[in-house]
């Protein structure tokens, strides 16, 4: 069974940074495109970020140069660090993974609330 734990969201001024983690189990991790979804109240969700297994890394627009997605396939782990937050960054951020034969899987979800 695949698991997905987020960790890390919280609350922190415009222009703060904050540090999402992602730990997986019961999947093989390396093989797996991994990445951070977002939706925000009476918005549809959206790709923020994702690493494909050979460490290929896209951003949405609105967060380039701000966010950096890493991941660590010893751990089995999946970062975003996210810098100069802005308000309309919140959202409850998700972390998931797909497998090689295109399988989704998501993380329970974790808030991010940055307050102007």
């Known amino acids: 069974q695949v698991q997905l734990v987020e960790s890390g969201g919280g609350l922190v001024q415009a222009g703060g940074s904050l540090r999402l983690s992602c730990a997986a189990s019961?999947?093989?991790?390396?093989?797996?495109?991994m990445g951070w979804y977002r939706q925000a109240p009476g918005k549809q969700r959206e790709l923020v970020a994702s690493?494909?297994?050979?460490?290929?890394?896209n951003y949405v627009d609105s967060v380039k140069g701000r966010f950096t997605i890493s991941r660590d396939n010893a751990k089995n782990t999946v970062t975003l660090q996210m810098n100069s937050l802005k308000p309309e960054d919140t959202a409850v951020y998700y972390c998931?993974?797909?497998?090689?034969?295109?399988?989704?899987?998501w993380g329970q979800g974790t808030q991010v609330t940055v307050s102007s």
């Open positions: 998931y993974s797909r497998n090689s034969i295109g399988d989704n899987y």
């Open positions: 019961g999947t093989i991790f390396s093989r797996n495109t």
């Open positions: 690493i494909s297994r050979g460490g290929t890394t």
